[in-house]
């Protein structure tokens, strides 16, 4: 029996990106729904659930994507309520790479250091991967702040992370590198999760710091978010700091998504959604 994936986007035309990492994961056939929302994914939650037997259903799966997290986290809820045993099937929650990148950037982050009662700070960490980067660091023990230009942005980021996660972090205002300096104080990581092309800490900042074991960036487009870095850093040790760029990073997201989707079609009923994601990050990365 073939194994089926329904990739549901809330983008009008589903993501290629999703389509190519899930074929290249996995020996399937997709079938790719733009313009998903929750009130018409349940017809295609029910074409997967009553056309197999419920034995069979381990071999169909949905992914749920799209550009837009919040529409996205609609379609999801939609499509667990509609989902039940024993006629479900798994489900992976990855729109905009955010669960998978999340979770790479703080498996490398914690695998060089000790995290658990430490502070670590997430510089624009309002959008998806920081809000749910911050989730982790705070699962694994950490103290986190988030920063934003906007301390109402912050707040309302900072509220939606505790609702998902259980805890909430701190807020700050960072607006430049003026006010870097308290927001890092006795910080031991530090993870740059601001938009393409905008510089979040100067090399001098970051080189100097007396605390910091460990600094990553998720920004690929120049100028980087850590100035004085390279996109391509894996663990890169420098002036006693250990550096992570985008592509360093993006090495364990690629294979941590790939495993994801393939985990999808070993057990049936599975919700690989931030946790469960992260979960895989130490297998992927072996």
């Not at 993501?15 to 998903?36: E, K, P, Q, Y």
């Not at 009662?117 to 624009?124: D, E, F, M, T």
């Amino acid at each position: 029996m073939r194994k089926i994936l329904l990739q549901v986007d809330s983008d009008l035309q589903p993501s290629v990106f999703d389509a190519i990492t899930a074929l290249d994961s996995v020996d399937c056939v997709m079938l790719r729904h733009g313009a998903v929302t929750p009130e018409n994914v349940t017809a295609l939650v029910h074409g997967c659930m009553f056309t197999r037997s419920p034995q069979n259903l381990r071999d169909t799966a949905i992914f749920i994507g799209g550009s837009s997290v919040e529409e996205a986290e609609k379609v999801l809820k939609k499509v667990t309520e509609t989902l039940w045993a024993p006629l479900n099937v798994s489900v992976m929650f990855d729109p905009n790479g955010c669960n998978t990148t999340s979770a790479a950037a703080v498996y490398n982050m914690a695998s060089v250091c000790a995290l658990s009662g430490k502070k670590a700070a997430i510089l624009s960490g309002t959008g998806p991967v920081g809000q749910r980067a911050a989730g982790l660091l705070l699962k694994l023990g950490a103290s986190v702040t988030i920063t934003s230009r906007n301390i109402d942005k912050a707040k309302s980021a900072s509220d939606a992370i505790g609702r998902r996660f259980g805890k909430s972090p701190e807020c700050a205002v960072m607006r430049g590198d003026e006010d870097i300096p308290p927001i890092l104080d006795g910080a031991v990581a530090a993870l740059c999760c601001g938009a393409a092309g905008v510089q979040l800490i100067s090399e001098k900042l970051w080189r100097e710091h007396p605390t910091l074991r460990v600094v990553a960036d998720v920004n690929a487009v120049p100028p980087l978010g850590v100035e004085g870095s390279d996109m391509l850093w894996q663990a890169h040790e420098t002036d006693g700091k250990i550096v992570y760029g985008a592509i360093g990073i993006g090495g364990l997201k690629m294979k941590i998504h790939r495993l994801a989707i393939s985990r999808l079609f070993e057990e049936k009923g599975l919700i690989l959604d931030t946790e469960a994601i992260y979960d895989l990050a130490g297998e992927a990365a072996k």
